[in-house]
């Protein structure tokens, strides 16, 4: 089976899927490298990362070629930049800032055809293998960030009118911290409570929830019923590897 539709089903079943992100290091080698690592699937930042669609479309199609699920954190919520990652070959993308029923509207309009959006046709990676217009309805996944309060307090009646449309919700921890008045303090009362309510409306409607997190956090959160962990990046894994050869170079 493809593994886009393994993630897919894991996601349908709110498994625990793993992922980590490209944000800085554009070459076409790494999709190999975290596909043999065994991640379900790999994140594109596009909103605070050095990659756009157009400079990603090389990496969006190794990724596609060693077949390793991808996802693109767009800039906003606004048609040419949802719209033009899926033309490059992203298969979702995730929307920061998400707060408002209008937000969730606007995406599903810019990455659906006709009748369910009113996205336009074209692109180098629009189409996997053997899609048609119905299939890519389908196969591209949607995810909301929360980021704030107001985010929490509208998800409700996100998930209840468009529920159908979201693969998940991924929370964005330092923004929630910021938006809650305790800056950059991602683990402070108010912030771990907000969280917990994501976890709790997700529960309610049956979606996949997730945060970004470090290693050290995982445990805690699955625990807590969490299944979408987003974790670390192309840098930071390297930096992790320099460090540990080096903390055997002075161990000697």
Known sequence: MPALEIFKEKLQKRE???GSTFSSVNNIYLPKTFKGAGVDYMLFDAEHGNFNPENAVDMLQMCRAVDLPTIMRVQDCEYHCISKCLDMGAD???I???ETLEQVELAISS?????RGRKGCGGIGLLRPGEGIDEFNENRLLFLQIESPTGVKNLPEMLRLHGDEVAGIIIGPCDMSITSGTKLMTKSEIVISQIHDVIAICQQ???????NLGTGDIPYWVGEGMNILWCGSDLGFMSAGVRNALQVVKSL
């Open 16 to 18: 625990v899927v793993f």
């Open 92 to 94: 979702g993308v995730l």
């Open 96 to 98: 920061p800032r998400t």
């Open 111 to 115: 990455m659906r055809f006709f009748p």
């Open 205 to 211: 409607y049956e979606k996949s929830v997730g945060l």
